[in-house]
């Protein structure tokens, strides 16, 4: 009986031809039993542990389980998966590493979670095309390793080592964004499993195309809501000649960040700017046992020809100087450049250590340059009056900064004002024709924003997620799907 | 009975509350009374000169007549018309300047012509923020002008001077899209007015966001297909500090390519770099009276600090040395670089005054970088096979290249050679990983390769398609609307 619903299942294209009516078995057991014949063994779970671990990501966001996990290892897996998961109408939530902060990878309508942990080939390094082709388990780390035999490297730095399958489905961005991009700007090609089982792919392998609307852009950032992504071709960079990098000190926040915006209007080309605020930066000395001064410092790092670099380092020189720059240390050198870098780098795990039994809470706002001093002034205000302990962060140059706060999550008086907190920051953001979200995205977290930031664009949003997933199969409850609409 | 009309029109938020049957004037008189009553008198129009004018773009595409000819002056007056194109069903076609190159704006259904050149203010630059507002109507020359009084320039140069709004639509590029993007990169929001008539903004100020699905992308390259764009938000910057423009001659066309490879591959930060082969520059040697060494030639330019560029020069230099370069020439100053590049700008006119009575026609396909001296290769061999006329110059460090073809539009044999090269062209840039188009967009003339290079993907286009224009009323028959399946 259960092998001919498994024949049924896998040998008709369109899941369309079977109903749950013909299968009697829309139950989490006989599920378990449907994927077996499309799967190995070993590929899918309901162990306890891993069902904890995939039941939620690093946000503070409520935990739900999956009732399922499964662990493709090849398109035709995922193919077989969606189509059962379609025969027995159970939610489909994609799974990197669980590194999202929103909520992303929460399955809140519980069913089965596709964890790309065992689709990790680098497919192709077209080194002459200055492109990858990765499976989507692959991570940031594993891809750079690989590339740097060839003096190449990927661009997208987050923080966390995440998967290129996950840092494609929220549009990862993070330090060298400012030069080189976000996640949106690094995606030539994505095979993608759609909601019908069917395999697309959004894009091709040129550098540029103006045939047919632009798949590439709609599945990045979608968060798993219109499609698994199960192959990705990435642009990658050759590693820059010669690198700079550089701490400059300032008395106030707003003197950094006024030296950012007249160092972009000056037409540095700077790959990394990073602001990290007085409260973070004793955090920062307490933990990396550091002796930084502790004032609102700018981390920069320059790419380019060493004559040139020698050039953008003078000018820049000059112009923090005239922002009030009162210490400024160079470091050509690669071991003294990571040094440098390291404070930035473990800024979250330096609170973290610093306030033991505190959960770390991140928000994340972008706001045109021009807003950016005022709005960090505003958060720096807005933490002071709620008496909560955190550092402001900020990948300055987009105009992009996180609060990091410690939060006591069994204190709900804490927890309400870092909601507060939040609230007030987006909509600060929201006013000055900003983001709700720069770079972690949507998920459960930043769905209460969408109507005030998009308007009506978000029933725009809302018709695509129904004409390309009717009926709601992939990431339900998540960025334009609302829980009340469905089920 | 008219005002009648023109009041409930007005006044329902909704045209699906007015049906043709409560109308009873469906035709084109009725509806140029119905139009009057939203707009001025010299904003319609079915001037015979401006009917004709507005009858085909730059292509060789055949013409059709719109039934009449809108000017709108605000989006008010964008959303009017298309609520009264919803009552009447009738089609609307946005229209620049018509200098698409693919029959984009013909309107092959006839209706509606908006066109946009009364909605040509430059609305807001926010200098801080590298950002402009403009209308639709605006040109690229027209935007360079009042940005260069703050120190700034858009980058995208198409070669022609068409309206913003076009280049949007149709995801225009050219010769500096190596080094900072297509048109698609430099658009931060969009207000567009959808079928149904209501007003959307597809994104916000902020240099980068995560926030929902990323509708910039998806109506950048829609070509008038899914809403008429009545304002755009674009990236500019800051004019570089130096440029130096190089003109750099090789005994083949492969040596040429291959050397555009190798500087690529060396990290060398091109702005520009075209490719102008041996019968194109007999032909700008003619059309200019310059004496430019005839033999396959690449037109280079590099934006930055001075010690930079100078090292990118030298270092340039080296490389095309080992790729058998005869003759290089650098131009810094402002007058010798405009010479420099005028022979490249003026190569479409060349040709037409060099085969009087004929007309230009196009290809444009675009190729994985290092498929690109086979690709150009094979088209030279393929023009020669087929005894037509025509040079082959391209945006190289794109992979994008175009055969320009002069042809006797009136010679069927001829035609239908031109037509046997392009399918050969495309045919082999898809099978190679590459684009049917890689600047000049879908139109009408490259429908038929989209299911070729789209696969299973056209579908999802034509389901968001469907999803936001349902009745098909913008721009019918291009891209994904093919016209057995409507009307």
């Not at 542990?49 to 398109?75: N, R």
Request: aromatic share 8%; proline share 4%.
């Amino acid at each position: 009986m259960v092998y001919c619903n498994f024949l049924i299942i896998t040998y008709n294209s369109s899941q369309q031809l079977i109903t749950k009516g013909e299968l009697h078995m829309n139950t989490t057991e006989s599920l378990y039993e449907e994927l077996r014949h499309s799967l190995k063994d070993h590929q899918i779970s309901n162990n306890e542990t891993l069902i904890e671990q995939h039941s939620h990501d690093e946000s503070y966001h409520h935990p739900s389980a999956p009732d399922l996990i499964v662990f493709p290892e090849s398109t035709e897996d995922v193919e077989a998966i969606v189509k059962i998961a379609n025969a027995y109408d159970k939610p489909v939530v994609p799974y990197g590493l669980g590194t999202s902060l929103e909520g992303h990878v929460i399955p809140y309508d519980h069913g089965i979670t596709i964890d790309f942990s065992q689709m990790n080939q680098v497919l192709e390094v077209r080194e002459s095309d200055f492109l990858v082709k990765v499976q989507p388990g692959v991570t940031r780390s594993q891809l750079n390793k690989e590339l740097k035999k060839y003096g190449l490297f990927f661009s997208v730095d987050p923080g966390a080592d995440a998967t290129l399958g996950g840092m494609a489905a929220t549009n990862a961005s993070g330090t060298t964004s400012v030069k080189y991009g976000v996640m949106r700007d690094q995606v030539r090609d994505l095979e993608i499993v759609l909601a019908d089982g069917e395999v697309i792919h959004t894009g091709n392998l040129a550098q540029k195309s103006a045939s047919g609307y632009n798949l590439n852009s709609l599945f990045v950032g979608s968060e798993g809501t219109l499609g698994c992504i199960t192959e990705l071709t990435l642009r990658v960079y050759g590693i820059p000649e010669h690198i700079t990098a550089a701490r400059a000190s300032f008395p106030t926040v707003d003197d950094a960040v006024e030296a950012v915006v007249s160092i972009l209007q000056a037409g540095v080309p700077i790959a990394r700017v990073e602001l990290v605020d007085e409260p973070s930066m004793k955090q920062a000395n307490l933990f990396s046992e550091t002796n930084y001064k502790e004032q609102p410092t700018l981390f920069l790092e320059f790419h380019g020809n060493e004559p040139g670099l020698k050039h953008d380092v003078e000018f820049t020189q000059e112009i923090v100087r005239d922002h009030q720059c009162e210490e400024i240390y160079f470091e050509d050198d690669n071991a003294a450049r990571n040094r440098l870098w390291e404070a930035r780098h473990n800024l979250a795990y330096a609170f973290v250590h610093g306030y033991p039994g505190k959960k770390l809470m991140v928000t994340d706002v972008c706001v045109p340059i021009s807003e950016l001093a005022g709005a960090i002034k505003h958060a720096r205000e807005k933490v002071n009056e709620l008496a909560l302990h955190g550092g402001i962060v900020g990948h300055v140059g987009d105009g992009n900064y996180h609060i990091l706060l410690m939060m006591d999550m069994d204190n709900p008086e804490e927890v309400n004002k870092a909601e507060q907190l939040n609230e007030q920051i987006v909509q600060y953001a929201l006013a000055r024709g900003g983001t709700c979200t720069g770079e972690h995205g949507v998920g459960i977290g930043k769905m209460k924003y969408q109507e005030k930031e998009h308007g009506n664009a978000l029933q725009v949003m809302e018709k695509i997620k129904r004409a390309l997933d009717p009926n709601g199969r992939f990431n339900p409850y998540k960025l334009v799907h609302k829980r009340e609409e469905n089920k």
